[in-house]
């Protein structure tokens, strides 16, 4: 990992920054979440995640303007999804992480 990490030139470190600062936001983890089992409209993630439409719509507009998520009008309605599938292995791997840190610490009052 090391590496990889040096190997990143300004540019590429911004960028990075960039994605990292989109998804500092419980919100729009929450509509990724979501977003997760498929293709959702706005109407159907306000109803999900409890959120009200004019959040959920602005947090989604970040999230689109980082193309973190897609979006796709058929007919009335316009369909969000995952549009960048490095969401699903970073969601993983932190919750994987959260995981092992519970654990941990449930081993540590343990003993």
Do not use: W
């Not at 540019?11 to 509509?31: D, I, N, V």
């Not at 007919?75 to 969000?80: D, I, L, P």
Request: one cysteine or more; proline letters at 3%.
């Amino acid at each position: 990992m090391k590496d990889a990490a040096k190997a990143m030139n300004p540019a590429q470190l911004q960028r990075a920054a960039a994605m990292f600062s989109t998804l500092s936001e419980t919100s729009r983890l929450q509509l990724l979440q979501a977003l997760m089992e498929g293709p959702k409209t706005v109407t159907e993630l306000v109803e999900e995640t409890g959120m009200k439409q004019g959040n959920a719509s602005k947090q989604l507009g970040i999230l689109h303007a980082a193309r973190l998520v897609t979006r796709q009008r058929k007919g009335n309605f316009v369909f969000y999804a995952i549009g960048e599938p490095i969401i699903y292995q970073l969601c993983q791997l932190v919750c994987d992480t959260l995981r092992d840190q519970v654990r941990r610490d449930l081993a540590e009052l343990a003993s």
